[in-house]
């Protein structure tokens, strides 16, 4: 079965940090691009960050620069991880992974016939 799963979320107090994973079943990311993206309550779905493996190009909403981090599991390519440090109140928010996604250091988005990982809530208290 091809599918993300993602997980990592939780509840932390401001200035702390959280690890999200989304790990691919059934596919590697090969030399295309896969994304975060996070959901507020309330608040449309916006793009938090994306690396693309064909050339390396990465990007990072303004909010979130200096603080997260995307990697991806290099041996395998098929687990991405969101690194994130200082967390703030208002990066509460569902979490999700996407594959393929259009990537380049300006911004990111969704592409047609994309998986999406099922979501992790991660919640920051101040």
């Known amino acids: 079965e091809v599918q993300l799963q993602a997980s990592g979320g939780g509840l932390v107090q401001a200035g702390g940090s959280l690890r999200l994973s989304c790990t691919a079943s059934g596919f590697t990311f090969g030399d295309s691009a896969v994304g975060w993206f996070r959901q507020a309550p309330g608040k449309e779905r916006e793009g938090v960050s994306c690396l693309s493996l064909f050339d390396r190009s990465i990007y990072y909403r303004d909010s979130v620069k200096g603080r997260f981090t995307i990697s991806v599991d290099n041996s395998k390519k098929n687990t991405v991880y969101l690194d994130m440090n200082s967390l703030k109140p208002e990066d509460t928010a569902i979490y999700y992974c996407?594959?393929?996604?259009?990537?380049?250091?300006?911004?990111?988005?969704?592409?047609?016939?994309?998986?999406w990982g099922q979501g992790t809530q991660v919640t920051v208290s101040s």
């Open positions: 996407a594959f393929p996604v259009l990537c380049s250091e300006y911004g990111v988005n969704a592409a047609a016939n994309d998986y």
